[in-house]
């Protein structure tokens, strides 16, 4: 039997072989192979968890070895691998095993991080029989088409070595007698990598234990917002077409409360997005130990860091390249309340990963790629006082002061922001009456733009893939079965509004002659970029998509216009 492991580094790890040889000698325990500090400490816990489980212990000197050997391997979980790699040092068959899990003294099994990402490696590396804590088994199970055996002490593990061991042997006595090999439960994919994401309707599910380990926000409805109409429409708009929103007004006025609630607007995650957010938090240890219950992450993630975050805990790299707040913020909202608090080399690598959606991390000659394809939400007041702008109140801020407060936001990253919304205090006052938003006709709104974005981004890729001319129109049409291709080939990609290419845009988003003459004369006015005239084109696409209406209107293109566009008492470098 070859006993398996797997030493996490990043959102990949690398499968490790563990090999036991017994020889004559002194009754010792070496082991080679590049191991950390806690891996030489194994031996002290293999030892001592098989006496304690009243299992022999080789009476040899015993050399372990985990290859490949220029690996460094770190971390408890090779201490179940080991010690059976030393129990079934004897073991003829050379069928892979994959063990993952710590050792207690008493011969307990302790769960360990990164199971699911382990699962995923050693399944696509063809092995079929995993063995890891009872702890994780829930996690283990999201990997379907796997043989995967949860146990609770070493002895338990060795029992259902030996059950591999009994039904292996049957298996290859059985192909030896009739030629033809038992293959046991077909293997699956997990996720549907053939565009069905891509055609899955919109919905909203009841957040389960793990996805609230997702949500370091308070969460709650629109129904708790009164007033702020610009903002709530700001939100449903970033909702429906994957937008990115800056917040900026006096202190108490409710931006941080509406922000807070904008991921009840989110419908849930596809099923390979909800894989990856899974794989990123078992990495992280985030999971929560749930016998019996799903642990798949399913509701998009809502990360709130507070302003002290590190570089390593924003973008990720800390210990063994371990995620950072983007990744795990994956799929879902990154809100940085009180943005200008933040560090500004923190604030400046969002920039990237807001383009690409990936972060690639480097640590001793080594790299990962984690998924980061994540929407930025900032608030700030509008200068360090707060005053600036509020009717009725006196901001005491020296000119130069507030320059220098919203420098600290650089101008290549608020370029990458598309709608940019001052909010100030309501004028009602006393106790609210019923409410404004209804959380449930945004939703329906929000669903309904999804259909038409999945549905026409299916048939520009269908257009693409069949020779169309770049530039054609691109109608909203039923998809039928013969985009498949298409979507196949598209898995990666994004269908949202924010993420069209520009040879996209030209295809996706027909103007009225007025919107066009609009559009033109204020991106010739405004001396906008190539990005932010493209954000205007995008953002005016996601408001006809609300409007169900296919073809953009000046209506559309005054509105996206006005929702990018800085108040008047801003510096004037903002303008």
């Known amino acids: 039997m070859t006993i398996m492991s797997f030493a996490s580094f990043g959102y990949e790890g690398e499968i490790i072989k563990v090999e036991a040889d017994l020889r004559r000698g002194l009754p010792i325990v070496d082991i080679v192979g590049l191991p950390g500090s806690a891996v030489k400490e194994a031996r002290e816990r293999m030892r001592a968890a098989i006496g304690n489980s009243d299992l022999p212990f080789p009476q040899e000197r015993i050399l372990i070895n985990l290859s490949p050997a220029d690996q460094k391997k770190e971390g408890s979980g090779f201490d179940l691998p ?255 309340d009180e943005a200008v608090q933040f560090k500004q080399t923190v604030l400046q690598t969002l920039r990237a990963p807001l383009e690409t959606g990936t972060v690639t991390l480097s640590r001793a000659g080594r790299a990962t790629t984690f998924p980061a394809r994540f929407q930025l939400l900032m608030a700030l007041n509008s200068c360090p006082c707060g005053n600036l702008g509020a009717d009725g109140k006196v901001c005491t801020c020296m000119p130069a002061v507030v320059e220098q407060y919203w420098k600290k936001l650089t101008a290549p990253l608020i370029d990458r922001i598309d709608l940019r919304i001052p909010v100030f205090p309501t004028q009602a006052y006393g106790l609210p009456g019923k409410p404004c938003y209804n959380t449930a006709d945004m939703r329906k709104k929000i669903a309904a733009s999804d259909k038409i974005q999945r549905e026409r981004y299916a048939a520009y890729l269908h257009k693409g893939f069949n020779g169309g001319a770049a530039g054609t129109p691109v109608h909203n049409k039923a998809v039928n079965s013969s985009l498949a291709g298409a979507a196949q080939s598209a898995a990666q990609l994004s269908y949202k509004n924010v993420h069209l290419t520009p040879s996209a845009l030209l295809a996706v988003c027909p103007l009225t002659g007025e919107a066009e003459r609009i559009f033109t004369h204020n991106a010739e006015k405004r001396e906008l970029s190539g990005r932010g005239s493209h954000a205007v084109l995008k953002i005016a696409r996601t408001i006809a998509d609300l409007a169900q209406e296919e073809v953009i209107a000046a209506p559309h293109i005054e509105e996206a216009i006005r929702l990018r566009e800085w108040s008047s008492f801003l510096p004037f470098f903002m303008h």
């Open 82 to 336: 080991i010690a059976l790699a030393v129990l079934q040092a004897d073991c003829a068959l050379d069928m892979p095993v994959m063990v993952i899990g710590e050792l207690e003294l008493s011969g307990r099994v302790r769960p360990v991080r990164g199971v699911l990402g382990a699962l995923i490696s050693g399944s696509a590396a063809g092995i079929e029989y995993f063995i890891v804590p009872k702890e994780n088994e829930a996690e283990a199970r999201i990997q379907q088409g796997v043989h995967i055996y949860g146990v609770e002490t070493l002895r338990e593990a060795l029992e259902c070595l030996y059950a591999i061991e009994t039904e292996l042997r049957a298996e290859k006595d059985c192909e030896t007698n009739t030629g033809e090999k038992n293959g046991g439960t077909p293997a699956q994919e997990a996720i549907d990598h053939t565009g069905n994401s891509i055609f899955t309707a919109a919905s909203w599910s009841e957040p389960s234990q793990a996805d609230a380990a997702a949500n370091t926000g308070t969460g709650g409805f629109f129904e708790e917002v009164y007033g702020q109409g610009e903002l709530v429409r700001a939100l449903h708009i970033a909702a429906a077409g994957g937008h990115s929103v800056l917040a900026y007004g006096p202190p108490g006025c409710g931006k941080t409360l509406s922000m807070q609630r904008f991921a009840s607007l989110l419908p849930d995650l596809d099923p390979k997005t909800a894989e990856e957010v899974t794989h990123i938090y078992s990495i992280a240890g985030l999971l929560p130990s749930m016998r019996g219950h799903d642990v798949r992450i399913k509701r998009p993630p809502f990360r709130m860091p507070h302003p002290n975050a590190s570089l390593e805990g924003m973008i990720g790299g800390a210990g063994k390249c371990m995620p950072g707040e983007i990744s795990l913020a994956h799929g879902g909202t990154l809100f940085l």
